[in-house]
């Protein structure tokens, strides 16, 4: 039996709610979808390609009698979007967001809202370098795994509910709590973000002195981390800001090994190198093994999926 709900309100019409527009409406998902963006021009899309059912200048009007609202905009922007529908949300409705980082959107959003409401924080770990209203696709979250981390008061249906309904998007759904989950994606996701967005930076001082040669001969490295880093900036600004304990203590322990590795190459330590190559390389393996990616070459040119 197909688990839908009659009317779900997106807020935020970007690559996450998009995506999540098309896979309910693949799946016969909601009755309804109602949506809310901050400009003019993100509403104007969205009702221009029929993303949503209607389209909202505010996300208190969105959310009226909703059954699910989602929060999907940037992380930095969830308490005040939290305290503007509060007052219109409907005595049992469902509150989520997709918020790539955990604790700090709990600590926004959850004093906002009203008893009888039920809030179940979520991330869905997919995604592309792409953003606004026309970036989202159905197939976005097919086999990728969505987080939830719900409080120690969740109500276990509200819950059950909403698991069913990230499943039938093609999800594979894991309870976590927040702190726990915040520490994974610094590991998986944060810190790799980090660590692109300095190297393409690096690379891009040195093309002042090169010329155009880092981009003409690019190796599949680097074009993996320009994919990267060309990632929302509004939204990693936000995922740094909010999760800024556990990224600089993984910082710390990438420092740590990077210190290790150039001194093994300062000092020719090429067993050092060799079995700190093979170390990661069977995590790569591992990775393919649980089916999170494809052992096809790619070289970063291909349709990034699955991050987060
Ligand atoms: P996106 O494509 O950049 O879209 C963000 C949306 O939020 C836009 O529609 C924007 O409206 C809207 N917005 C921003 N501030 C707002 C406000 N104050 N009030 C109302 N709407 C507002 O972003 P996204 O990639 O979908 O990311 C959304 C959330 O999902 C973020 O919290 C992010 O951490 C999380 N997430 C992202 C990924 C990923 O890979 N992209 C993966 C997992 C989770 P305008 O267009 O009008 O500015």
């Not at 989520?96 to 179940?120: C, N």
């Not at 891009?204 to 993996?224: H, P, Q």
Request: net charge negative; aromatic share 6%; glycine share 8%.
């Amino acid at each position: 039996m197909t688990v839908r709900y009659e009317k779900v309100a997106l807020i935020g019409l970007g690559l996450i709610a998009s995506s999540m527009a098309h896979a309910m409406r693949a799946g016969g998902l909601a009755t309804t979808i109602a949506g809310h963006a901050k400009t003019a021009d993100t509403r104007a899309t969205a009702l221009e390609i029929g993303l949503c059912d209607t389209v909202h200048d505010t996300a208190a009007e969105a959310v009226r009698d909703a059954d699910l609202v989602v929060l999907a905009v940037p992380v930095g922007a969830m308490g005040e979007i939290a305290a503007e529908i509060a007052p219109h949300l409907r005595a049992g409705a469902t509150v989520t967001d997709v918020g790539s980082v955990k604790q700090a959107v709990i600590d926004a959003v959850a004093p906002h809202l009203p008893a009888g409401v039920h809030f179940i924080p979520g991330h869905p770990i997919a995604g592309t370098e792409y953003s606004g209203p026309r970036s989202g696709f159905a197939t976005l979250f097919q086999n990728r795994w969505w987080l939830l981390t719900p409080l120690a008061q969740a109500d276990l249906a509200a819950v059950a509910k909403l698991r069913a309904f990230l499943e039938q998007m093609g999800a594979k759904v894991d309870e976590m709590d927040a702190p726990h989950h915040d520490l994974v994606l610094a590991v998986t996701s944060h810190t790799p973000h980090l660590i692109a967005y300095t190297m393409v930076g690096v690379a891009d001082d040195l093309r002042r002195v090169t010329d155009s040669e880092v981009i003409k001969y690019s190796a599949a490295g680097f074009r993996d981390f320009t994919r990267i880093a060309a990632s929302d900036p509004t939204m990693w600004r936000d995922v740094f800001l909010t999760n800024k304990d556990a990224t600089l203590e993984i910082l710390g322990r990438f420092t740590e090994e990077l210190f290790a590795l150039q001194r093994a190459i300062r000092t020719g330590d090429g067993q050092h190198l060799f079995d700190y190559f093979t170390r990661t390389r069977a995590i790569r393996r591992g990775i393919i093994e649980a089916g999170q990616d494809t052992s096809a070459p790619d070289f970063g040119r291909g349709k990034a999926e699955g991050r987060a």
